[in-house]
């Protein structure tokens, strides 16, 4: 066994012990109501196997980082897959500091559902070890990328909390207008959750299907002497092909259900790698999302938030609004040492300018900009509590946006960290 | 602090408008690519000349200068030349000076092709691209019109035809 | 409008003020409240605060209020939004945005262009709102530093039971034995906890970690430094930022300074197949590993001005330029961003030799650039009458060149010598074999009577040619502003670092006869400071739940 196939192996392992953990950590909040239990021991007891279990998890997951790091030579955050699970790792190293600080056991209910979600999206990108290009063979590399995700763990501590602030604090009996507000969006946060895991189960199901669909594409690119290139693509799809690259002929599609692809061609105002088969992506991950929803609001019948409620009854509102408070001023300053700063050293070093306004630059900042908001605003009394933890859970999906979005969607000098 | 405040206070609003001004100042009025444009005055440069004695600009001021970037190889440049040297010999008297600057070509070409034109006003090699990279040349050729005290009246990009030559030399001879 | 500000204890305070500057209690409020106070500040009034404002002083609030500074925060959130949309025009150099916009991306890119998008973060207004966010930096934090240094710094020991009691962490309860030693010992077990105490024979003040109030200040200094920065790098002399390229093997003179700069060699290596994974095999792809310019600098010491001169250079550097790793010279430094692999021709080597024998003359060598105008070979003198560095035909059938890059040279040679006319003969000669049958050479050396001589200018090996094998694409920078733009960013740091993980806790505590009354702030962290109060309560002989401690005001 190489060290390539023990770093897998550890990787998988990681990712089981994160389930397992998360069942724990249900077992340990929700089973102190079950009959014929002592709730004291019974938290104590199974607070500890499921803190044990995640921690061994992170163990694992900390192998998985060690021997990958070992077989290539480098940090492995250079791409996507690579990112994501180091963003993972950090979002559990972070749940264990929240978790040593405050000792609640129902903050890992919520943490490591993020964390297993965030790892099987990574997942979904290639594995492939990849050598360095030349412009990431850089000190830099290991500190601005590891700070980064860092930060944003933090970021992401405070977005679970802040959930289970507003899960715990909405009131389901009432009618009036902001009451009715807050329902319908909780309920669509958990929807946008749900879709996130359709986006990994389509992509698995039809892997495991071997599916595939083949389109050429003529890309038009217009060089540097404003003329028309053409250059002939071939395109592979892994999903039904519900939308076309833009300008091109099917070459094979594989049968689904004996539905006929394409529905239709992407429009060619998008942008960045391969828009056509990352529209399809997220119709897919949108479709297969929604129908997981309703399967479960037809099993359970009633709202998800309905059903996720009850369980943080226990939890004093204010911890959780502390928690999360104190989770992103933990992160802020390691988000702004290494989104920020390092990477402008890194960029002066690199291309000689400190700041280009690179669209990844610019949401860093924008990200930046959110939570320094944010930390302005807790100043006030009145945004404490249910406000701020609408904004921890906003500012966490302008991290996704910065780390996932922009390298779907806009194309940039950070483009490498991509997808392929 | 009681009495000293209002002063600080306006020291300190006015630092505000002095230096936001020229931030907001300079993004909107600055040249982005720094190179010369109408009204401002034009950089000096030190060439050689075909003559083998060295050009300065500045040993110009005082004149109206026509400042003409070309190259042998340039088409439009070449179908120029005649009209700048017909301009050049017309105006030579009024205090006038019109430059050939070649753009990084060796004496040898310069040479040759100037004794087949015929121009004799003074051609000035830039062989390291010193003065192209002061003017931000972009096409060729690029003519500048510099009254007598230094500063760009116009700038042409393309070709230039006779009458327009002269009308634009008619300008910068005028008091 | 008039307020009495005058406390009970006798203290005459400033307009704005919340809680006394003496004793602390709530100016405003019910004395039935036991709701947690408001301890933004510490109470006092910020210097802004007046009776009645006059236009300076309305400017001035306007700054001074963090509620705007939100506003600006945000508003410069969506403006940056906007400009990552589309690409940006200064992330290229060659397309005219007026077009392009359009071309690529239809009306919506028009409409973008004409909003003024496309350069959104050099626009009027987006500077603007930076200049504002400056001032907000500055105003903000001078209105609040000084009084909030001078309350802290003038802190009473003896608080008012308001203030206590509607502190959040509070705790108040009749104490068994209450003797003398009781604030002796507490003093003992708080300093063991870290906190400064100052006490007097019934009330105590401790207090730790005070420096951890002036890290926002700390970070808005910095933030100031950085911005100052930023907008003087542009100040002209300040910065240079330019484009060159660098042939190998030649000494190119860096514009505008007395720097010349010598590319040795560009190397640029791929991963070898066995590093790739396997897809990247599969499909062919190379990946780079390393790109690479040996540069020597020269400063020039002598003649530097003196364009009839060759200048006299000295090596000042000599650095491997990779990506992430450029040559820095006093501030001078020259970046790794491009490169171009097409060989260019430097100077041939051709000899002279007879056509129908192959007897050679001997050779010479012909360099495309700055060439000689006669050579002597053999018994025979060959004048060079005119070259084309990228020859051609033009419509009149004239040779004309097309460019000055020695793409297809020429070279048009009068050859004299013996048996030979006595005005010589024309030989044109091209040194590329390609160009040599495209421009058909043996055709037009006929027609212009060049094949007479029975001569033929020839390259006989490859060690006759020399080739620019490479030119390297760099960049230099100056940017004499930088050292304060990284100055700004550590005070940043330095005050996220003070402000964010240390915490200034203060606990009040006052003896009321029998009854111990206890109040605790902090800056951040309540749970970790009722901890702290329960252990130090605990010390104290006293039982107390951490969750107790909490005061939640009326509504528990």
Known sequence: ?420 | MGKARRPVQIVILLFIIVLGGYAIGSTVFGDHKGRPTQGSTSPDFKLLGMDGSVHSLKEYRGKAVVINFWATWCTYCVSEMPALQAQWEKWRDQDVVMLGINTGEDRLTVDRFVKQVGVDFPILLDSQNEAVQKYGIVPMPTTFFVDKKGSIVSIHEGELDLTMLDEQIGKLVEP | MIQNTKCECGHQNRVGTVLCEACGKPLYDSDQSTEPLEMRYDGVARRSQKSNPNFIDRIWNFFSSVKVAVYLIIITLVGAIFGTVFEQESNFVYFDPSTFYKQKYGTIGDIYYKLGLSHTYESWWFVTLLVMIGASLVICSLDRVLPLYKALSRQKIRKHRQFLIRQRVVYEAPVENLTEGWIPRAVISLKKKGYRVKHDEDALLAEKQRFSRWGPYIIHIGLIIFLLAVLFRGLPGLQIDKHYWFPEGEVTKIPESNLYLKNEGFTVEYYPEEELPEKFRESGRVVPKLFETKAVLYQCTADCDDPSKEPVLEEVKRHDIRVNDPLNYNGFKVYQFDFDLTPKLRSVTPSLVRADTGESYGKFKLSMTNSEETYQVGPYTLELSNKYMDFDLNEEGKPVSKSKDPNAPAFLFVIKGPDLPEAGVQYIYFPKQIDKERFQQDAINKRLGGLDSGLALDVLGMEDVDFIASSSYLNIRVDRAMPFVWIGLGIVMLGLVLGFYWHHRRIWLRLDGQTLILGAHTSKDWFGLRREVARFLQDMGVDVDEKHLENRGNQV
Request: proline fraction near 4%.
């Open chain 1, 1 to 420: 066994m190489n060290v390539l196939e023990i770093s897998r192996l550890a990787f998988v392992v990681a990712f089981y012990l994160y389930c397992l953990s998360f069942i724990f950590y249900v077992v340990a909040v929700t089973g102190k109501t079950w009959r014929n239990r002592d709730p004291v021991r019974h938290e104590r007891k199974w607070g500890t196997v499921s803190f044990v279990t995640s921690s061994l998890g992170l163990l694992s997951h900390f192998i998985y980082c060690g021997t990958r790091w070992a077989y290539s030579g480098h940090i492995p955050v250079s791409n996507m897959y690579e990112f994501m699970t180091f963003l993972s790792m950090m979002v559990m190293l972070a749940f264990t500091v929240i978790f040593l600080i405050y000792r609640k056991i129902l903050i890992g209910m919520f943490a490591l559902p993020v964390a297993i979600i965030i790892m099987a999206y990574a997942a979904v990108f290639p594995k492939d070890v990849q050598p360095l290009i030349p412009s990431l063979q850089s000190i830099w590399l290991y500190i601005h990328v590891t700070l980064a995700a860092t930060g944003e763990a933090f970021f992401a501590i405070g977005f679970a909390a802040g959930l289970m602030y507003l899960l715990r604090t909405v009131e389901f009996d009432k009618q009036d207008k902001s009451s009715l507000r807050q329902k319908r969006w909780l309920e669509f946060t958990l929807y946008s959750i749900i879709i996130v895991l359709g986006f990994v189960i389509s992509v698995y199901g039809f892997r495991a299907a071997n599916y595939e669909a083949v389109f050429v594409q003529n890309t038009t690119v217009i060089d540097s002497e404003v003329q028309e290139d053409s250059t002939i693509e071939r395109i592979v799809y892994n999903l039904p092909p519900i939308v076309a690259p833009d300008d091109s002929k099917p070459e094979y599609i594989d049968s689904f259900l004996g539905l006929k692809f394409p529905w239709f061609e992407a429009p060619s105002w998008m942008k960045g790698e391969q828009a056509g088969r990352q529209l399809n992506t997220v119709i897919w991950a949108v479709v297969t999302g929604t129908l997981l929803y309703f399967l479960l609001r037809l099993l359970l019948r009633k709202p998800l938030s309905r059903l996720i409620a009850p369980t943080l009854k226990s939890l004093d509102p204010d911890d959780l609004d502390e928690i999360s408070y104190r989770s992103i001023a933990i992160g802020f300053p390691i988000f702004t040492l290494g989104a920020l700063v390092f990477a402008m050293i890194w960029a002066q070093q690199a291309w000689g300018r400190f700041w280009g306004w690179d669209p990844k630059e610019v949401w860093a900042l924008i990200t930046w900009l959110f939570y320094s908001a944010y930390l302005h605003l807790r100043l006030s009394r009145g945004f404490q509590g249910r406000q701020s933890s609408w904004l921890a859970v906003i500012g966490f999906i302008v991290v996704m946006f910065t780390l996932i979005g922009v390298n779907l969607i806009i194309a940039g000098l950070h483009s490498y960290a991509g997808v392929d």
